[in-house]
């Protein structure tokens, strides 16, 4: 089982950046991988990015491709997500999920466990 608690959310302007961490508890630390997901008012969730176990492997939405960036500190067992040159098309309650598969999947139903979330918002 893995816990997991989001933050970092915020509101900031068009082209500002934001971190995100996703600090996580489990049994066996850092077997999982992990992704982000957002979701905004009136939308289903969608896939932001994912990294495997060790951080070997990445995977992105294209939405996010050269702005957002994930990694993984296992020593501190969290997952962080570096959004940088934020628009408003990015204001979102985002979420991260954790896998027991060493997985990049962008599916939601792959990954086992889900933490709170945490709003971003970003104005124009």
């Known amino acids: 089982q893995v816990q997991l608690v989001e933050s970092g959310g915020g509101l900031v302007q068009a082209g500002d950046s934001l971190r995100l961490s996703c600090i996580a508890s489990?049994?066996?630390?850092?077997?999982?991988?992990v992704g982000w997901f957002r979701q905004a008012p009136g939308n289903e969730r969608e896939f932001v990015a994912a990294?495997?176990?060790?951080?070997?492997?990445?995977n992105y939405a294209d939405s996010v491709k050269g702005r957002f960036t994930i990694s993984r500190d296992n020593a501190k067992t969290t997952v962080y997500l570096q959004m940088n040159s934020l628009k408003p098309e990015d204001t979102a309650v985002y979420y991260c999920?954790?896998?027991?598969?060493?997985?990049?999947?962008?599916?939601?139903?792959?990954?086992?466990?889900w933490g709170q979330g945490t709003q971003v918002f970003v104005s124009a």
């Open positions: 999920a954790a896998s027991t598969r060493n997985t990049v999947s962008g599916v939601s139903r792959d990954y086992n466990y």
């Open positions: 990294i495997s176990w060790v951080g070997v492997s990445t």
């Open positions: 489990s049994r066996t630390p850092n077997r999982y991988a």
